[in-house]
């Protein structure tokens, strides 16, 4: 349970800031991340950043009991397969750069970022 308090606290940090810089902050986001979808060398560091992230987690918090820590399973779940489909697919990336230009994507991905990281950073500090 160490292991999944210490990753609540940093990801529910690190998505309580990425969502309030999106609702706070659209079109800076919007300009950045439309940018980095564009650029190779991103995708392939995204891809292998996502890949480290999501091995560490699933073989180390591979967790799936009915409770707040199935949360960071998932979590580690979705980011190895992000990390496999930009390495051995890089054009994946480009699907979501249509959806990035469009106010209410960003809004609802800020919106979801805000809960998470509520969520996790409630579990990580006060339970």
Known sequence: MDL????????GAILLAFGLGLLFNSTYYKKTITEMLKDKGYI??????ALIIGLLLVMNHNIWEWSWVVIITIVGWIALIKGILLIVYPQFASWFEGWFNKNSVLMFMGAISLILGGVLTYFGWYV
């Open 44 to 49: 392939l560091f995204g891809g292998m950043f």
């Open 4 to 11: 999944s308090i210490l990753v609540a606290k940093l990801y």
